[in-house]
């Protein structure tokens, strides 16, 4: 078994079992001793829904109130007008067949895959590269689109996806640890709220089944939903 360090153990002991409300839980997790780089905090939502029916599945995106403190690095499949626009937008690479060739190649240095419908074609035998890296293009997630300038900027500022994983729990990023305390509970909240609008029909009995925060190097904390 590995060592725990002097750090994680002082953070072991202010761990408290009960779920805790979003201003305390926010507080507790910014009360451990944290390692010298600014750490993501992340949300895990256990979901009562039964991800092997599609009806159920919980997936889509948000643009969090204050981002999430990380320089989202975006590319494009675009041409004409709408590779101008992207650009225009702040998109870190625009390209067609250059940028495909690239991807093929292994190249997947980036956070974000956006792209033009009319480029499909060209991104359709990409998703071996893209597709277990959840950087697929999809009009459900919302980054096929006409609207790609937009798009871009909405990732830019820190626009988030998200898709329940087989066991029904869903992961994201919600922002720093270095956020003001007030300003990291609104993200948070806002993704909540978010889920909480896409509850499927379909489910019965209790949705949010156990909410937990934590940084990159720390305990969780629960959140009482």
């Known amino acids: 078994m590995a060592k725990k360090s002097k750090r994680l153990r002082a953070a072991l002991e202010k761990v408290t079992p009960e779920p805790l409300p979003l201003s305390e839980a926010v507080a507790k997790l910014q009360s451990y001793d944290a390692p010298k780089f600014d750490q993501s905090i992340e949300i895990a939502i256990r979901l009562g829904i039964d991800n092997t029916q599609a009806d159920q599945i919980v997936r889509g995106s948000i643009v969090l109130p204050h981002g999430i403190g990380k320089k989202q690095r975006v590319v ?40 033009a419908p009319d480029m499909m074609k060209l991104v359709g035998p990409l998703g071996r590269v893209l597709g277990p890296r959840g950087l697929m293009p999809s009009p459900r997630a919302g980054t096929v689109t006409p609207e790609v300038g937009k798009t871009v900027q909405e990732y830019k500022a820190g626009k988030v996806e998200f898709r329940n994983d087989k066991s029904g729990v869903i992961h994201a990023v919600v922002g720093k640890a270095s956020f003001e305390p007030k300003k990291l509970a609104e993200n948070i909240q806002a993704f909540i709220d978010k889920i909480s609008s896409l509850q499927p029909s379909a489910v019965k009995g209790t949705y949010f089944r156990g909410t937990y925060l934590s940084a990159t190097m720390s305990p969780s904390v629960r959140l009482a939903v």
Do not use: Q, R, S
């Not at 101008?84 to 974000?112: M, N, P, R, S």
């Open 76 to 115: 494009v499949f675009a041409k004409g007008p709408a590779a101008e626009e992207a650009k225009e937008a702040g998109a870190d690479f625009v390209g067609e067949d250059d940028l495909a060739k690239k991807i093929k190649e292994g190249w997947t240095d980036f956070d974000a895959c956006i792209a």
